[in-house]
Protein backbone atom coordinates (compact mmCIF):
# COMPACT_ATOMS: atom_id res chain seq x y z
CA UNK A 1 0.00 0.00 0.00
CA UNK A 2 1.19 3.29 -1.06
CA UNK A 3 1.59 6.03 1.63
CA UNK A 4 -1.08 8.26 -0.12
CA UNK A 5 -3.66 5.40 0.41
CA UNK A 6 -2.61 4.53 3.95
CA UNK A 7 -3.36 8.13 4.87
CA UNK A 8 -6.81 7.95 3.01
CA UNK A 9 -7.61 4.83 5.35
CA UNK A 10 -6.53 6.50 8.67
CA UNK A 11 -8.40 9.61 7.52
CA UNK A 12 -11.17 7.82 6.79
CA UNK A 13 -10.94 5.63 10.10
CA UNK A 14 -10.82 9.26 12.10
CA UNK A 15 -13.82 10.57 10.64
CA UNK A 16 -15.11 7.35 11.68
CA UNK A 17 -14.13 7.84 14.95
CA UNK A 18 -14.90 11.31 15.69
CA UNK A 19 -18.92 10.83 14.21
CA UNK A 20 -19.07 8.05 16.57
CA UNK A 21 -17.26 9.67 19.41
CA UNK A 22 -18.27 11.36 22.51
CA UNK A 23 -18.46 15.01 21.76
CA UNK A 24 -20.44 14.29 18.27
CA UNK A 25 -24.21 12.91 17.53
CA UNK A 26 -24.24 9.28 18.38
CA UNK A 27 -26.28 7.99 15.35
CA UNK A 28 -28.92 5.89 17.75
CA UNK A 29 -29.51 8.42 20.63
CA UNK A 30 -33.27 8.04 19.89
CA UNK A 31 -33.98 11.61 18.91
CA UNK A 32 -34.15 13.38 15.66
CA UNK A 33 -31.99 16.84 15.63
CA UNK A 34 -34.81 19.48 16.34
CA UNK A 35 -35.09 17.65 19.34
CA UNK A 36 -31.47 17.57 20.37
CA UNK A 37 -30.98 20.59 22.68
CA UNK A 38 -34.74 20.64 24.16
CA UNK A 39 -33.07 19.22 27.42
CA UNK A 40 -29.90 18.68 29.11
CA UNK A 41 -30.97 15.35 29.23
CA UNK A 42 -31.25 14.67 25.77
CA UNK A 43 -28.31 16.97 24.35
CA UNK A 44 -25.95 14.60 26.80
CA UNK A 45 -27.54 11.14 25.65
CA UNK A 46 -26.92 12.50 21.94
CA UNK A 47 -23.62 14.29 22.57
CA UNK A 48 -24.18 17.24 21.77
CA UNK A 49 -24.17 19.07 25.14
CA UNK A 50 -20.88 21.34 23.88
CA UNK A 51 -22.66 22.69 20.29
CA UNK A 52 -25.66 22.95 22.48
CA UNK A 53 -24.12 25.45 24.98
CA UNK A 54 -23.33 27.29 21.64
CA UNK A 55 -26.27 27.37 20.93
CA UNK A 56 -27.95 28.81 23.99
CA UNK A 57 -24.92 30.89 23.86
CA UNK A 58 -26.35 32.86 20.45
CA UNK A 59 -30.20 33.00 21.42
CA UNK A 60 -31.84 36.06 21.17
CA UNK A 61 -32.87 38.09 24.46
CA UNK A 62 -35.38 35.74 25.87
CA UNK A 63 -36.99 39.06 27.03
CA UNK A 64 -37.67 40.41 23.44
CA UNK A 65 -41.25 38.68 22.80
CA UNK A 66 -41.08 36.66 19.54
CA UNK A 67 -43.30 37.27 16.76
CA UNK A 68 -46.50 35.37 16.67
CA UNK A 69 -47.38 34.00 13.36
CA UNK A 70 -50.36 32.27 13.80
CA UNK A 71 -52.14 30.75 10.47
CA UNK A 72 -55.99 29.85 9.77
CA UNK A 73 -56.00 27.27 7.36
CA UNK A 74 -57.51 24.26 6.21
CA UNK A 75 -55.76 20.73 6.08
CA UNK A 76 -56.20 19.90 1.83
CA UNK A 77 -55.90 23.34 0.65
CA UNK A 78 -53.15 23.54 -1.80
CA UNK A 79 -52.63 26.88 -1.06
CA UNK A 80 -52.47 26.21 2.19
CA UNK A 81 -50.07 23.41 1.67
CA UNK A 82 -47.93 25.08 -0.49
CA UNK A 83 -47.37 28.22 2.24
CA UNK A 84 -46.84 25.94 5.23
CA UNK A 85 -44.12 23.61 3.09
CA UNK A 86 -42.51 26.65 1.05
CA UNK A 87 -42.83 29.89 3.50
CA UNK A 88 -43.68 28.44 7.26
CA UNK A 89 -41.26 25.98 7.33
CA UNK A 90 -38.59 26.72 6.01
CA UNK A 91 -38.81 30.21 7.98
CA UNK A 92 -39.33 28.51 11.27
CA UNK A 93 -36.39 26.27 10.72
CA UNK A 94 -34.07 29.70 10.67
CA UNK A 95 -36.04 32.20 13.08
CA UNK A 96 -37.37 29.74 15.61
CA UNK A 97 -36.15 31.54 18.36
CA UNK A 98 -37.54 34.99 17.15
CA UNK A 99 -40.86 33.44 16.37
CA UNK A 100 -43.66 31.47 17.55
CA UNK A 101 -46.07 29.33 15.15
CA UNK A 102 -49.42 28.97 16.12
CA UNK A 103 -51.66 27.02 13.44
CA UNK A 104 -55.24 26.31 13.89
CA UNK A 105 -56.32 23.89 11.12
CA UNK A 106 -60.70 25.02 10.54
CA UNK A 107 -60.55 27.63 7.69
CA UNK A 108 -63.81 27.05 5.81
CA UNK A 109 -65.33 24.58 8.03
CA UNK A 110 -68.30 24.61 8.84
CA UNK A 111 -69.96 23.26 12.07
CA UNK A 112 -73.04 21.56 12.20
CA UNK A 113 -74.75 21.51 15.70
CA UNK A 114 -77.37 19.82 14.97
CA UNK A 115 -75.71 16.44 13.71
CA UNK A 116 -72.57 17.03 16.10
CA UNK A 117 -70.66 17.34 12.77
CA UNK A 118 -68.64 19.27 10.79
CA UNK A 119 -68.43 19.89 6.71
CA UNK A 120 -65.09 20.73 5.12
CA UNK A 121 -64.61 22.39 1.78
CA UNK A 122 -62.47 19.66 0.46
CA UNK A 123 -65.29 17.44 1.79
CA UNK A 124 -65.02 14.85 4.83
CA UNK A 125 -61.00 13.80 3.87
CA UNK A 126 -60.46 17.35 5.05
CA UNK A 127 -62.61 16.94 7.80
CA UNK A 128 -60.80 14.03 9.01
CA UNK A 129 -57.04 15.40 8.20
CA UNK A 130 -57.85 18.73 10.70
CA UNK A 131 -59.06 16.69 13.10
CA UNK A 132 -55.99 14.60 13.30
CA UNK A 133 -53.64 17.99 13.11
CA UNK A 134 -55.75 19.57 15.72
CA UNK A 135 -55.09 16.72 18.18
CA UNK A 136 -51.05 16.54 16.93
CA UNK A 137 -51.16 20.33 18.20
CA UNK A 138 -52.76 19.49 21.39
CA UNK A 139 -50.68 16.42 22.69
CA UNK A 140 -47.40 17.08 21.09
CA UNK A 141 -47.69 20.52 22.21
CA UNK A 142 -44.34 22.29 20.73
CA UNK A 143 -43.40 19.31 19.03
CA UNK A 144 -46.21 19.57 16.48
CA UNK A 145 -45.17 21.53 13.51
CA UNK A 146 -42.37 19.42 12.19
CA UNK A 147 -44.93 16.53 11.93
CA UNK A 148 -48.11 18.57 10.31
CA UNK A 149 -45.22 19.90 7.93
CA UNK A 150 -44.41 15.95 7.30
CA UNK A 151 -47.72 15.77 6.63
CA UNK A 152 -48.68 18.97 4.27
CA UNK A 153 -45.55 17.64 1.99
CA UNK A 154 -46.86 14.49 1.53
CA UNK A 155 -48.84 13.39 -1.24
CA UNK A 156 -51.56 11.84 1.04
CA UNK A 157 -52.13 13.31 4.02
CA UNK A 158 -53.94 11.28 6.10
CA UNK A 159 -52.09 8.04 5.54
CA UNK A 160 -48.60 9.92 6.34
CA UNK A 161 -49.83 10.52 9.36
CA UNK A 162 -48.57 7.32 11.63
CA UNK A 163 -45.17 7.49 9.71
CA UNK A 164 -44.93 11.40 10.19
CA UNK A 165 -45.88 11.18 13.75
CA UNK A 166 -43.28 8.19 14.40
CA UNK A 167 -40.73 10.19 12.64
CA UNK A 168 -40.80 13.96 14.33
CA UNK A 169 -42.51 13.01 17.29
CA UNK A 170 -41.40 9.44 18.76
CA UNK A 171 -42.08 9.69 21.90
CA UNK A 172 -45.90 9.92 21.15
CA UNK A 173 -48.04 6.79 20.65
CA UNK A 174 -50.11 6.64 17.09
CA UNK A 175 -52.80 5.49 19.46
CA UNK A 176 -53.29 8.71 21.56
CA UNK A 177 -53.58 10.77 18.53
CA UNK A 178 -56.26 8.10 17.26
CA UNK A 179 -58.35 8.11 20.49
CA UNK A 180 -58.22 12.08 20.60
CA UNK A 181 -59.35 11.75 17.01
CA UNK A 182 -62.22 9.65 17.55
CA UNK A 183 -63.04 10.90 20.74
CA UNK A 184 -64.35 14.01 22.72
CA UNK A 185 -61.15 15.78 22.36
CA UNK A 186 -61.02 15.82 18.94
CA UNK A 187 -64.23 17.18 18.47
CA UNK A 188 -63.49 19.96 21.23
CA UNK A 189 -60.08 20.98 19.49
CA UNK A 190 -62.22 21.31 16.51
CA UNK A 191 -64.91 23.21 17.74
CA UNK A 192 -62.75 25.31 19.86
CA UNK A 193 -60.88 26.32 16.38
CA UNK A 194 -64.12 27.30 14.73
CA UNK A 195 -64.50 29.68 17.34
CA UNK A 196 -61.35 30.89 16.90
CA UNK A 197 -61.24 31.58 13.44
CA UNK A 198 -65.14 32.82 13.97
CA UNK A 199 -63.67 35.55 16.33
CA UNK A 200 -60.99 36.72 13.58
CA UNK A 201 -61.34 40.41 13.01
CA UNK A 202 -61.53 41.34 9.98
CA UNK A 203 -63.33 38.18 9.81
CA UNK A 204 -61.32 35.78 7.10
CA UNK A 205 -62.42 35.86 3.23
CA UNK A 206 -59.71 33.02 2.68
CA UNK A 207 -57.35 30.66 3.62
CA UNK A 208 -54.53 30.71 4.44
CA UNK A 209 -55.11 33.73 6.87
CA UNK A 210 -52.16 34.81 8.31
CA UNK A 211 -51.47 37.18 11.98
CA UNK A 212 -48.73 38.79 12.77
CA UNK A 213 -49.05 39.36 17.05
CA UNK A 214 -52.83 38.74 16.56
CA UNK A 215 -53.25 41.78 13.51
CA UNK A 216 -54.17 41.14 10.00
CA UNK A 217 -53.38 43.16 6.87
CA UNK A 218 -53.29 42.84 3.36
CA UNK A 219 -49.87 44.13 2.96
CA UNK A 220 -48.65 42.18 5.77
CA UNK A 221 -50.04 39.11 4.36
CA UNK A 222 -49.01 39.93 0.74
CA UNK A 223 -45.07 39.70 2.13
CA UNK A 224 -45.82 36.60 3.94
CA UNK A 225 -46.91 34.45 1.02
CA UNK A 226 -43.71 35.88 -0.80
CA UNK A 227 -41.01 36.28 1.83
CA UNK A 228 -41.86 35.42 5.44
CA UNK A 229 -38.52 35.48 6.28
CA UNK A 230 -37.70 38.65 5.49
CA UNK A 231 -40.84 39.60 7.27
CA UNK A 232 -40.34 37.94 10.47
CA UNK A 233 -36.60 39.41 10.84
CA UNK A 234 -38.29 43.06 10.06
CA UNK A 235 -40.91 42.54 12.64
CA UNK A 236 -38.53 41.34 15.63
CA UNK A 237 -38.17 43.95 17.64
CA UNK A 238 -34.86 42.39 19.82
CA UNK A 239 -31.39 42.59 18.35
CA UNK A 240 -31.65 40.69 14.86
CA UNK A 241 -30.20 37.44 14.19
CA UNK A 242 -27.16 36.72 12.50
CA UNK A 243 -29.39 34.89 9.88
CA UNK A 244 -31.12 38.47 9.32
CA UNK A 245 -28.49 40.81 9.22
CA UNK A 246 -25.90 38.22 7.52
CA UNK A 247 -23.21 38.82 9.90
CA UNK A 248 -20.88 36.04 10.44
CA UNK A 249 -20.42 33.87 13.50
CA UNK A 250 -17.59 31.94 13.97
CA UNK A 251 -18.56 28.54 15.93
CA UNK A 252 -17.15 25.09 16.79
CA UNK A 253 -19.33 23.10 14.49
CA UNK A 254 -19.65 19.44 14.54
CA UNK A 255 -18.38 18.86 11.33
CA UNK A 256 -18.35 14.83 10.42
C1 LIG B 1 -55.50 20.31 24.85
O1 LIG B 1 -56.87 20.63 24.78
C2 LIG B 1 -57.52 20.72 26.04
C3 LIG B 1 -58.99 21.00 25.75
O2 LIG B 1 -59.16 22.20 25.10
C4 LIG B 1 -56.88 21.85 26.85
O3 LIG B 1 -57.45 21.92 28.12
C5 LIG B 1 -55.37 21.61 26.96
O4 LIG B 1 -54.75 22.69 27.60
C6 LIG B 1 -54.78 21.43 25.58
N1 LIG B 1 -53.37 21.12 25.69
C7 LIG B 1 -52.45 21.78 25.00
C8 LIG B 1 -51.04 21.36 25.25
O5 LIG B 1 -52.71 22.66 24.21
C1 LIG C 1 -13.57 26.43 19.83
O1 LIG C 1 -12.69 25.40 20.20
C2 LIG C 1 -11.38 25.82 20.52
C3 LIG C 1 -10.52 24.58 20.76
O2 LIG C 1 -11.26 23.51 21.30
C4 LIG C 1 -11.43 26.73 21.76
O3 LIG C 1 -10.13 27.18 22.09
C5 LIG C 1 -12.34 27.92 21.43
O4 LIG C 1 -12.48 28.73 22.58
C6 LIG C 1 -13.72 27.44 20.97
N1 LIG C 1 -14.50 28.57 20.55
C7 LIG C 1 -15.75 28.77 20.99
C8 LIG C 1 -16.48 29.92 20.39
O5 LIG C 1 -16.29 28.04 21.81
Redesign the pocket.
Known amino acids: MNSFLIRVFLFSFYVLEECQGKSHPKPSCGYPPSQWCRTLEIAVECGVQKQCMELLATRPDPSMPPVEVTVYYESLCPGCRSFLTEQLFPTWTMLRDIMRVHLVPYGNTKELPELNSFSCQHGQPECQANIIEACI???T?HGAFPVIHCMVSSSDVITAAPSCLQLYAPSVEWGTIESCVKGD?GH??MH?NGVKTRSLSPAHTHVPWVTFNGVYTDDLEDKAMSTLFNLVCKLYEGIKPPVCTGALKKLNRSFC
Open positions: LNVNLILE
